[in-house]
């Protein structure tokens, strides 16, 4: 079943090899998001060992919260703020000078529409890419298989459900883009 995760096919989560992958991230977590505010290296190392990549400047505000984290790459100059939530089932990749407002939500898991797969526990996912120089509004939620364009502004609260393009402000639900950035 890992496999078929990893290569974004159907799946069932209760397989021996995702679960160790969901506690080792759980363990992870719990180190990043309980280390000293005053011992910033700490704080990094559990970073860096909870995520796939921590570009040179990034950061992130605990409490911080993932699936696996290995599939979650963050560019450098990145800034993350408090209660995100990555569930990288599928891969996440934020470009360099992004910024994230608190209670954001990057989503990759889909599920199936039809009920009998659903209850069945089948699940898939999407890959979430957030271009250089974004930036994410508070509680601004995108969801599976979508990528948002260089400089790309989303509001808060913004819902994104389909790919935004470079260089535009979107708002709303679903988010759509109501003007250019100047």
């Not at 199936?112 to 898939?124: C, G, I, L, N, T």
Request: proline residues 10%.
């Amino acid at each position: 079943m890992r496999e078929r995760m990893l290569a974004g096919e159907l799946y069932q989560a209760d397989d021996p090899e995702i679960t160790a992958d969901l506690d080792r991230a759980a363990r992870l977590m719990e180190r990043f998001n309980t280390s000293p505010a005053d011992d910033p290296t700490a704080r990094l190392a559990a970073l860096r060992a909870l995520l796939g990549e921590v570009g040179e400047g990034a950061w992130i505000r605990p409490p911080f919260h993932c699936d696996y984290g290995h599939r979650i790459r963050i560019g450098p100059g990145t800034f993350i703020n408090y209660q995100s939530v990555f569930l990288d089932v599928a891969p996440i990749v934020l470009g360099a000078d992004v910024q994230v407002g608190p209670n954001v939500q990057l989503l990759t898991p889909t599920h199936p529409v039809p009920p009998e797969p659903r209850r069945a526990k089948w699940e898939s996912a999407k890959p979430i890419t957030i271009e250089d120089n974004v930036w994410l509004g508070g509680g601004a939620i995108v969801l599976a298989g979508v990528t948002v364009g260089a400089n790309t502004v989303v509001g808060a609260g913004a819902v994104v459900t389909r790919d935004l393009p470079p260089n535009v402000v979107a708002l709303g639900n679903p988010a759509r883009p109501v003007r250019a950035v100047d």
